[in-house]
C-alpha cells in the first residue's frame, strides 16, 4: 500500500518568515495530494490539494508543488502569521479506483513566533 | 459547527471490555471513514465505507470493527484483541468522489486501563 512520509516533524519560524514542509511518497499511482491544518483542540480541515496533472498550486500565503519524477511534493506558507500555528498533515490517494481513502503522512507542528 | 458528529468526546473502558464509538453525520456524505491520531504518528486509517452495507479494511484494522446499516451512520467498535486502544478516534465523511475533502468530526479520546 501507500506509505507517505513527511519532514520536519517540528517546525519553528519567526512572525513574516516562510515554511516549507515535505512530503514523500511510495505509490507512483497516486494522483491526488491534499494538506490538512488541525489547530490545537480542533477538527483537521482541508487547506489546500493538488492533483498530479498540475505542478504547482497557489491560495493566498499557502502553496503547494508536486515533483511526480521524485514522489515528492511541499508546502509553502509565506510571510507566516501566529494564526498559521498548528500541525499540518500531507496525504497522498489514487482516485478514480476503488480505493479512496487517504494516507497520512505523521504530521508538522508549525509554531510561529510572534 | 454540525455535520458529522462523534460521541462521546471521552470514553474510559477496562481492559478486556468491547467499546463501541459513534459517528454521525446529516451531510448526505456516501462515504465515511475512521482514523487513528496518535502523537508523531499522523493519521492511520482504521476502516472505511464507499457506500452502506460495504466497507473495507483500512491500514491497522485489526482488533476494531465497524458496520454501516445506515448512510449516516458508521460506529466502530474497539474491541479487547485490540492490543493498544488508548487513542484519539476521528471520524469523517465525504461524498467519495474525485478530490472530495474530508469532514472530520471532533474525535473521540478513549482510555483504557
Known amino acids: 500500500g501507500e506509505n507517505v512520509e513527511q519532514h520536519p516533524s517540528t517546525l519553528s519560524v519567526q512572525e513574516g518568515d516562510s515554511a516549507v514542509i515535505k512530503c514523500t511518497y511510495s505509490?507512483?499511482?497516486?494522483?491526488?495530494f491534499p494538506w490538512y491544518k488541525q489547530e490545537l483542540g480542533k477538527r483537521p480541515q482541508l487547506i489546500i490539494d493538488?492533483?498530479?496533472?498540475?505542478g504547482e498550486k497557489k491560495d493566498q500565503r499557502i502553496a503547494v508543488t508536486l515533483n511526480k519524477t521524485a514522489k515528492h511534493f511541499s508546502l509553502h506558507i509565506t510571510e507566516t502569521q501566529p494564526e498559521d500555528s498548528a500541525v499540518y498533515f500531507c496525504?497522498?490517494?489514487?482516485?478514480?479506483?476503488?480505493?479512496?481513502?487517504?494516507?497520512f503522512g505523521s504530521g508538522t507542528r508549525l509554531q510561529v513566533q510572534p | 459547527d454540525g455535520g458529522i458528529t462523534q460521541s462521546p468526546k471521552y470514553l474510559f473502558r477496562k481492559e478486556g471490555q468491547n467499546v463501541t464509538l459513534s459517528c454521525e453525520q446529516n451531510?448526505?456524505?456516501?462515504?465515511m471513514y475512521w482514523y487513528r491520531q496518535d502523537p508523531g504518528q499522523g493519521l492511520r486509517l482504521i476502516y472505511y465505507?464507499?457506500?452502506?452495507?460495504?466497507?473495507q479494511k483500512g491500514d491497522i484494522a485489526e482488533g476494531y470493527s465497524v458496520s454501516r446499516e445506515k448512510k449516516e451512520s458508521f460506529p466502530l467498535t474497539v474491541t479487547s484483541a485490540q492490543k493498544n486502544p488508548t487513542a484519539f478516534y476521528l471520524c469523517?465523511?465525504?461524498?467519495?468522489?474525485?478530490?472530495?475533502?474530508?469532514?472530520f468530526g471532533n474525535g473521540t479520546r478513549l482510555t483504557v486501563t
Open positions: 469523517a465523511s465525504s461524498w467519495g468522489q474525485d478530490n472530495s475533502p474530508l469532514h
Open positions: 505509490d507512483s499511482a497516486s494522483n491526488y
Open positions: 493538488i492533483r498530479s496533472n498540475v
Open positions: 496525504a497522498a490517494s489514487i482516485v478514480d479506483t476503488g480505493r479512496r481513502a487517504l494516507t
Open positions: 451531510l448526505n456524505h456516501d462515504a
Open positions: 465505507s464507499q457506500i452502506v452495507n460495504d466497507f
